[in-house]
């Protein structure tokens, strides 16, 4: 990941920090409104998308640890990891949030 220097955000690569550095820019200067630049800014949010049991499961085990290290690092507990890797229940709001970018960043993105 690239860090942009001037306000700590960190990107995936250096096109993207490129990117968001003219979008920024155009703000900036006017030719880009307010909320064309919020939208922007989302656009570039990890992508929040409903997990299956499996996917989790697929999620935990690629980080390398147990049900009880898991729920540690997305601050749950280990019952509620248990359930999401049954399909008794689904997460939701912040938990599936911190899920996708796990999934997307790995482990050490959240840590």
């Known amino acids: ?16 920090a490129a990117i968001h550095e003219t979008a920024a820019g155009l703000h900036r200067i006017g030719l880009m409104n307010k909320a064309t630049m919020r939208e922007f800014d989302a656009s570039c949010l990890t992508a929040v998308e409903p997990l299956s049991a499996k996917d989790i ?11 009880g290290v898991f ?5 749950v507990k280990p019952k509620l990891i248990s359930e999401w890797e049954r399909g008794e229940k689904r997460p939701s709001g ?3 949030k911190l899920l996708s970018i796990v999934k997307s960043k790995g482990l050490d993105a959240i840590a």
């Open 1 to 16: 990941m690239i860090k942009k220097k001037d306000n700590a955000r960190k990107y995936r690569s250096r096109l993207s």
């Open 57 to 67: 499961i697929a999620i935990r085990k690629r980080a390398g640890v147990s049900q």
């Open 71 to 75: 729920a540690h690092y997305l601050n």
């Open 94 to 96: 912040p938990s599936l």
